[in-house]
């Protein structure tokens, strides 16, 4: 049956169920366990916290998140050359299952490891399962775009109920029952996707066709080679840590996560721009390619603050009382994701409705990263008052978070769609990576920027943020014209 004849679930094909659920599950999960993860870690130890300063907890959930989104470079590799994409997603569905649970044993071992299987599944699962969702539709079908929009709305969803739920179980009940709760949702989503996998028909569930033999068998060595390589790293580091050679600290993983992200960054634009048989049109195309991967980074960075010092400030510096109950801090992480499910539309008809009239694509960046300057003003705002008496309405988080996501809306999208664009054809899968890689770099550099909160006012750390931000909304402004040009000249 081909996707034009398959409407069984309301119009679309009944593989889009299936994806819709496992993703609402596996982003249940990782925000769930997002929204507490800095507050656990942050808590003492009497109340089952780990009892981590500031600094350290940030780092950490820097190196968390930016992980994450790198590990989907090599997991769309291995889903592609070696497992197929439904394989690849059930697979790191169990393996992030099995890593959520693992947090919630209360040894420390076990949440370092637990955490380490999580960002090896995620990078399996989520950039594989976006790409089965345009696989289950035709090529000509009309509704790929309407079941990405319906398959969006997922990922909304399970962002939404998931800090209010391990949220209040972990705050109030126990920081590991909050944590294991995000396994359970992953194994509701792998129970989906094993109960629903023949409605995916023949949906990625092969690798594609090497051109010769000899090729196949080479990616098959690769793989062995890389995942050889990555046990032997691990044995090494945990010999040497237990040896006492080297401690291996947060602060050590931190940091070489770090030269990791930098190394790949600089060698994959030294590349771009000074290797590589490039016509005079794909430099161009590949210098606004690199003013979007800047602007994305910066943002993020930005963005990021949500989960690290934003969740930090919720907890301490919040009034929180409604109707004589404290509000766990968490329950703010929902903000986010409620917000883009009720202003995605009004930006989609606005665009529309602007035509040819509407911003370039930088000038959208530019204004994202004014949406994200005018958030850490509005915090600067909060954090001054708060110092003033104690505790602030939390309608001062409620804008900010209003801000940040009018933001992620005008730069999310708009960088996935213009990278599609953009990307010269034979390197079009590597500039996705890109746009990921840009992510990556985000996420860390938040953690980095958010370590500051334990060290500085909370105050001079949002106005220092808003500074970068303003100043990086200004310079894009300032290019966005040149740059729209370039783009016209290679469209």
Not at 145 to 174: H, Q, R
Not at 199 to 219: S, Y
Not at 355 to 367: D, L, T
Not at 390 to 413: F, I, K, N
Request: hydrophobic fraction near 50%.
């Amino acid at each position: 049956m081909t996707s034009n004849q398959d409407t069984r679930f309301f119009g679309h094909p009944a593989g889009l169920s299936t994806l819709f659920f496992t993703e609402l599950w596996e982003r249940f999960g990782y925000y769930g366990m997002r929204a507490i993860l800095v507050l656990f870690m942050t808590a003492p130890v009497a109340s089952g916290g780990l009892g981590f300063d500031v600094t350290k907890a940030f780092a950490i959930y820097g190196l968390y998140t930016a992980s994450v989104y790198m590990m989907s470079l090599p997991g769309g590799w291995v889903a592609d050359r070696i497992l197929g994409q439904q394989k690849s997603v059930l697979y790191g569905g169990v393996l992030i299952a099995i890593g959520y649970l693992m947090l919630a044993l209360t040894q420390q071992w076990t949440f370092f490891l637990g955490m380490f299987i999580v960002v090896l599944g995620t990078g399996l699962l989520k950039p594989n399962i976006s790409t089965i969702v345009g696989q289950i539709y035709a090529p000509e079908d009309p509704r790929r775009e309407s079941g990405f929009s319906i398959f969006y709305m997922g990922i909304n969803l399970g962002s939404t109920i998931a800090p209010l739920i391990c949220g209040w179980v972990g705050e109030k009940m126990n920081w590991h029952w909050g944590l294991g709760l995000a396994g359970v949702g992953m194994t509701f989503g792998v129970v989906t996707i094993l109960r629903g996998q023949k409605r995916l028909g023949e949906a990625g569930l092969r690798p594609v066709t090497p051109p010769t033999p000899e090729i196949g068998a080479q990616w098959q060595r690769s793989f062995r080679n890389a995942v050889g390589a990555v046990v032997l790293a691990g044995v090494v580091l945990a010999g040497l840590h237990l040896s006492g050679v080297m401690e291996l600290s947060a602060e050590r993983l931190v940091n070489g996560a770090g030269f990791v992200l930098v190394t790949i960054t600089l060698g994959l634009f030294g590349w771009m721009f000074w290797g590589g048989d490039w016509t005079p049109e794909e430099r161009k195309r590949l210098v606004v390619i690199a003013v979007l991967f800047v602007g994305s980074t910066l943002f993020w960075a930005a963005y990021e603050q949500a989960g690290s010092s934003f969740n930090l400030f919720a907890k301490n510096n919040t009034d929180r009382m409604l109707l004589g109950l404290q509000l766990p801090a968490s329950w703010f992480q929902s903000l986010n994701a409620s917000f883009i499910i009720c202003f995605a539309a009004v930006f989609a008809w606005m665009w529309i409705k602007m035509g040819a009239r509407q911003p370039s694509s930088v000038m959208k960046f530019a204004i994202a990263m004014l949406c994200a300057a005018l958030g850490f003003g509005v915090m600067m705002g909060a954090a001054y008052l708060a110092g003033e008496t104690g505790r602030v309405s939390p309608m001062w988080l409620v804008a900010t978070y209003l801000l940040h996501t009018w933001g992620e809306l005008l730069l999310s999208p708009v960088g996935l769609s213009a990278m599609t664009r953009l990307a010269p054809v034979r390197v079009g899968g590597l500039m996705m990576g890109v746009w990921f890689l840009s992510l990556s770099m985000g996420n860390w550099l938040a953690g980095r920027l958010a370590a500051f909160y334990g060290n500085m006012p909370p105050a001079d750390l949002f106005r220092t943020l808003g500074i970068l931000t303003l100043v990086t909304a200004v310079v894009l402004a300032v290019v966005a014209r040149p740059v729209a040009r370039m783009m016209r000249e290679v469209q």
